[in-house]
C-alpha cells in the first residue's frame, strides 16, 4: 500500500466551527507533513512531525492544531478560521532524514471557509 | 534557510521540441533536490531525485552544485508531459520539503 488517504475530501465550515482533517499512511514512514496549496501557487509547508512529535512549524496561526497520535495517523485541528485559509491541504509522508527518500503525497482536503 | 527558485510560470512547446525547466536552489548544507509532478485532477507524485540520477519518462537532471541548479531536460517533449512541473529541496539532517513556485509546461501538437 503506496498511498496517503485524507478526509474529508471537500469540507465547508463557518468561522466559529472546529473541524478536523484527517491523514493516514501503512508505509511505516515516521515522517509525516501538512501542506497548504492555494490555487495556482505551491505546496506551503506548514508543520513537519518526526517520529510523531512535532519538529517543524512554519510560524502558523494557532488556529491550526495539529496532532500526531500514532505512527500512522496525522490529524489537523482547525478553529475560527478566516475566509482566506480556504486552500487545497495537502499531507504527505516519507522516511526520515537524508537518502533521498519520496514523499507521497495525499489527494488532499479542499478547505472552504464561509 | 532554504529557496527554491523555478524562474519560468509557464512553458509551452511543440511535440518532438526539446524542454527544459530551470531550477535553482539556495541551500548552505547538503540538499536533496527532486522534480515532482502534478498532472491535471491527479495527486503530487515523484517524478526524479538527485540522488539516484535516473531517467523517468525520458526526464533526466543533475545536480549542479557550482551553479547550485538541478534543471529538468527532456530532449522530445510528449503531450502527455503537459502538467505542473515543481522542483523540491529537502534538507539532508531535517525533514523539511519546501517547493518551488512550479512552471507549467503545455505541450502542443
Known amino acids: 500500500d503506496t498511498e496517503v488517504t485524507q478526509t474529508p475530501k471537500h469540507l465547508v465550515m463557518g468561522m466559529t466551527n472546529k473541524k478536523s482533517l484527517k491523514c493516514e499512511q501503512h508505509?511505516?514512514?515516521?515522517?509525516m507533513y501538512w501542506y497548504k496549496q492555494k490555487a495556482k501557487k505551491p505546496p506551503e509547508l506548514m508543520f513537519v512531525?518526526?517520529?510523531?512529535?512535532?519538529?517543524i512549524n512554519e510560524s502558523v496561526p494557532s488556529r491550526f492544531s495539529p496532532e500526531c497520535p500514532n505512527s500512522s495517523l496525522l490529524n489537523l485541528h482547525l478553529h475560527a478560521l478566516q475566509p482566506e485559509d480556504s486552500a487545497l491541504y495537502l499531507c504527505?509522508?516519507?522516511?526520515?532524514?537524508?537518502?533521498?527518500?519520496?514523499?507521497?503525497f495525499g489527494q488532499g482536503t479542499r478547505l472552504t471557509v464561509v | 534557510a532554504q529557496r527554491v527558485t523555478q524562474p519560468e510560470k509557464l512553458l509551452s512547446v511543440f511535440k518532438g521540441a526539446p524542454v527544459e525547466l530551470k531550477c535553482n536552489y539556495s541551500?548552505?548544507?547538503?540538499?536533496?533536490l527532486f522534480w515532482y509532478v502534478q498532472y491535471s485532477r491527479q495527486r503530487l507524485q515523484l517524478l526524479l531525485r538527485?540522488?539516484s540520477r535516473e531517467s523517468i519518462k525520458g526526464f533526466t537532471a543533475d545536480l549542479n552544485k557550482g551553479e547550485t541548479s538541478f534543471h529538468l531536460k527532456k530532449p522530445f517533449a510528449q503531450e502527455e508531459d503537459s502538467a505542473m512541473y515543481y522542483c523540491?529541496?529537502?534538507?539532508?539532517?531535517?525533514?523539511?520539503?519546501?517547493f518551488g513556485t512550479g512552471t507549467r509546461l503545455q505541450v502542443f501538437p
Open positions: 508505509m511505516g514512514h515516521r515522517a
Open positions: 512531525y518526526s517520529y510523531e512529535k512535532l519538529s
Open positions: 504527505a509522508s516519507s522516511q526520515v532524514q537524508g537518502g533521498g527518500t519520496e514523499a507521497f
Open positions: 538527485h540522488i
Open positions: 541551500y548552505s548544507g547538503s540538499p536533496e
Open positions: 523540491a529541496l529537502r534538507s539532508y539532517n531535517t525533514d523539511k520539503l519546501i
